[in-house]
């Protein structure tokens, strides 16, 4: 059975820094695309930040770039979400998702098959 569980978030004040990790299970994922959503209360779950392919390059939202770094462990079969300079708008659950296949774009929830069960980060102002 495949199992995605993330763990790292919690509460940090507005200028601090989390670090989510995503531990897979029951499959390897190294060829395929592996990525962050987010959702806050009474808006729709958004993308945060993906790898597409073995290799690719990271892709991320605006909303984040240039404060929001994805990473991969092919070895042990995780991903990394690491945070900085983080505001109260940044405030949701946040999830892992793997999908079945490498795409050349990843940023929409439909490429993800597996997802995990989210973490919760808030951000005090």
């Known amino acids: 059975q495949v199992q995605l569980v993330e763990s790292g978030g919690g509460s940090v004040q507005a200028g601090g820094s989390q670090r989510l990790s995503c531990a897979a299970s029951?499959?390897?994922?190294?060829?395929?695309?592996m990525g962050w959503f987010r959702q806050a209360p009474g808006k729709e779950r958004e993308f945060v930040a993906a790898?597409?392919?073995?290799?690719?390059?990271?892709r991320y939202s605006d909303s984040v770039k240039g404060r929001f770094t994805i990473s991969r462990d092919h070895a042990k079969n995780a991903m990394y979400l690491q945070m900085n300079s983080l505001k109260p708008e940044d405030t949701a659950v946040y999830y892992c998702?793997?999908?079945?296949?490498?795409?050349?774009?990843?940023?929409?929830?439909?490429?993800?098959?597996?997802w995990g069960q989210g973490t919760q980060v808030t951000v005090s102002s």
């Open positions: 998702a793997a999908s079945e296949s490498p795409y050349a774009t990843c940023v929409s929830p439909t490429r993800y098959a597996y």
């Open positions: 029951g499959r390897t994922f190294s060829g395929s695309a």
């Open positions: 790898i597409c392919w073995s290799g690719g390059s990271p």
